[in-house]
């Protein structure tokens, strides 16, 4: 079954896209069991750490070729669901 996988997605990138799509799903899911114990202020911090990752990291895959432009994708989204979920944790705080 893994093999079917790797090779269904050896045209976005490969083993790096199934990596990153493995790591982009349990950072989010730590970080979404663990946003309620963070104060406002490292909300905040959290918000711009991901959209600095997620914008360096799409801009270093898109340059990488065309290949990896999933990645990038991936990367954005990732970035924009982390965003999203603590600014609705800010604004259930307030």
Do not use: C, H
Request: positive net charge; charged residues 15%; hydrophobic residues 60%.
């Amino acid at each position: 079954m893994l093999e079917n996988l790797r090779t269904s997605v050896q045209p976005y990138g490969g083993d790096l896209f199934l990596l990153l799509i493995a790591l982009a799903v349990i950072s989010f899911a730590v970080l979404f069991q663990l946003k309620s114990r963070f104060p406002v202020g490292q909300l905040r911090r959290m918000i711009r750490m991901a959209a600095l990752v997620a914008l360096l990291g799409s801009v270093f895959a898109m340059q990488a070729g065309t290949t990896y432009y999933a990645i990038a994708g991936v990367l954005l989204v990732w970035g924009v669901l982390v965003a999203v979920v603590f600014g609705r944790e800010i604004g259930r705080k307030r």
